[in-house]
């Protein structure tokens, strides 16, 4: 097992990684921007090195001051996080040859799940059921016009390097397409210097429906049942659950197993996750994988009563998994609540600056993983989040029932947060009816 872990990454994760090597006796190094030198999880590290300043570009992205504080510090592994370089092949790479475990997939696995062309023809191989399109990459409008024709519109665009919606194009005739399909080339090659498009059948009024997997090095791979992430707003995840709300036993199992299959023919170990659509008659496609631990984990080790950042640990230590899929059973429902410095009236728009009151929630169900404290400064360089609120109960009902009160108990003052929204939210009757879809945060909650 390994002494010395290295966390490449800042803020609630950071703190999070931390604590999973506290629990295992591994000591830790944490690097940080000049930015985030009063973050919470510095405190908790053995060592602490700075690598740069504010700017990601030259601090949680610059892969020589990374490996030089790893080398520095004499560290075993490195975990990347989320964001950041954890979905990098080029970084996991580099610390294979530095002699430093990467906490993650190989580099093959992260290069054929950040193609999605390349996974869905993994997924095609592994006889997993994919949204119906153009099968690889579509090189010209002709072929775009061709295909669009069969598959029958309204076709999406998308980007084969693409994330977040980034260089995504729906199409509803032979014009938008056209047009569509040369502004979705151009925003992919500006965005990831890969201009590469496939077409797919738009599915109307998806949910989002994602498959946690868990493989090791000796061949075994678990899935940890499915997270609805179905209510976003412009590609931000807000709320996840577990278990999807709609989803019956059989087509659990059926999603189950079709993850696992694709992660068997990508050689996957380490943690991972399967993202499919689920239309309104439960028909599940595959549309992506990725290749790293996701913020919202933490609903997936309520109801499976799992640590998945421990599990990522071992297995890159080359241990294997602490359980078999049949040791793996749901229990009750989990919530997740994304505190984020934002104003929900103000378009979502970012409210970086400093906490002047701050008591977190507690009491039974609840778990608040953050960096943030009283007296705290929210920096303006990275993403918003401040804070998750998990709750975890025997019913969704009663998990709803918890956060409100969670929420309610949450106490920020001096930035705006997406806490009151939440409350909003808690109390729209289809959303307590789990009857919500991609669209549910635009139709109702974007600025009264
Ligand atoms: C889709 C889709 C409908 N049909 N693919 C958005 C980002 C990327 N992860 C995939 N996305 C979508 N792919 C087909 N064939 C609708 C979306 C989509 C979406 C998916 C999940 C959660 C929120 C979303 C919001 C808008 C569009």
Not at 199 to 221: A, C, M, S, W, Y
Request: proline share 5%; net charge negative.
């Amino acid at each position: 097992m390994f002494h010395r872990i290295l966390v490449a990454n800042r803020g609630e994760i950071a703190l999070r990684i931390l604590r999973a090597c506290k629990d295992l006796g591994i000591e830790t190094v944490a690097v940080y921007s000049e930015a985030d030198r009063d973050s919470l999880h510095l405190r908790y590290a053995d060592e602490t090195i700075c690598i740069g300043p504010a700017s990601s570009s030259m601090s949680y992205l610059n892969i020589p001051a990374i490996i030089a504080a790893a080398e520095i510090a004499d560290v075993e592994a490195i975990h990347p996080g989320y964001g950041f370089l954890s979905e990098n092949a080029h970084f996991a790479e580099v610390c294979q040859s530095c002699n430093i475990k990467f906490i993650g997939p190989s580099a093959q696995a992260i290069t054929d799940c950040g193609d999605k062309v390349a996974a869905k023809a993994l997924a095609a191989k592994a006889n997993v059921p994919c949204v119906p399109g153009s099968d690889g990459p579509v090189d010209n409008e002709h072929d775009a016009l061709r295909i669009a024709r069969e598959i029958g519109f309204p076709v999406l665009i998308k980007a084969a390097a693409g994330g977040g919606g980034r260089g995504m194009r729906v199409a509803h005739n032979d014009p938008s397409l056209v047009t569509g399909f040369h502004s979705a080339r151009s925003e992919a090659e500006s965005a990831f210097n890969n201009s590469t498009v496939y077409l797919e059948k738009f599915v109307d009024k998806p949910r989002h429906v994602e498959i946690q997997i868990i493989g090791d090095t000796h061949g075994n791979v678990v899935h940890l049942g499915e997270r609805d992430c179905s209510l976003q707003r412009r590609h931000q995840k807000l709320i996840e659950e577990s278990p999807c709300p709609v989803l019956d036993e059989d087509t659990r199992k059926a999603m189950g197993e079709a993850a696992i299959r694709l992660a068997k023919v990508a050689n996957y170990y380490s943690a991972g996750t399967v993202e499919f659509l689920l239309d309104k008659d439960n028909n599940f496609y595959f549309i992506e994988i990725n290749s790293r631990i996701q913020v919202e984990h933490p609903v997936t080790e309520a109801v499976t009563d799992t640590d998945l950042i421990r599990e990522m640990i071992l297995v890159a230590a080359g241990e294997p998994l602490s359980f078999r899929q049949e040791d793996i059973e749901m229990r009750g429902h989990a919530i997740e609540f994304r505190i984020n410095a934002e104003d929900p009236d103000q378009n979502f728009k970012p409210s970086p600056g400093k906490i002047k009151t701050f008591v977190p929630p507690a009491g039974p169900g609840v778990r608040w993983d953050s960096h943030v404290y009283q007296g705290y400064t929210v920096p303006p360089h990275y993403d918003s989040m401040v804070g998750k609120l998990i709750v975890h109960r025997r019913t969704r009902k009663q998990a709803i029932a918890v956060a409100k009160r969670a929420l309610a108990e949450l106490q920020i003052e001096g930035i705006a947060t997406t806490a009151p929204l939440f409350l909003r939210i808690l109390d729209h009757s289809d959303f307590c009816n789990g009857d919500v879809d991609t669209g549910f945060i635009d139709r109702y909650f974007t600025p009264r």
